[in-house]
């Protein structure tokens, strides 16, 4: 049987800076939000 996942990338950007634009795989959410927290520190 066929399943259907979502496979979208998790992006981080930042308004007026695209330098620190960074895209992640989907199964990377958590390095995503380390990411972000990061930039807000």
Do not use: G, P
């Not at 399943?3 to 895209?23: A, W």
């Amino acid at each position: 049987m066929a399943s259907i996942e979502n496979r979208s990338h998790h992006q981080v950007s930042v308004k007026h800076c695209d330098d620190l634009t960074k895209t992640f795989v989907h199964n990377a959410k958590k390095k995503a939000e380390a990411y972000c927290q990061s930039l807000s520190a």
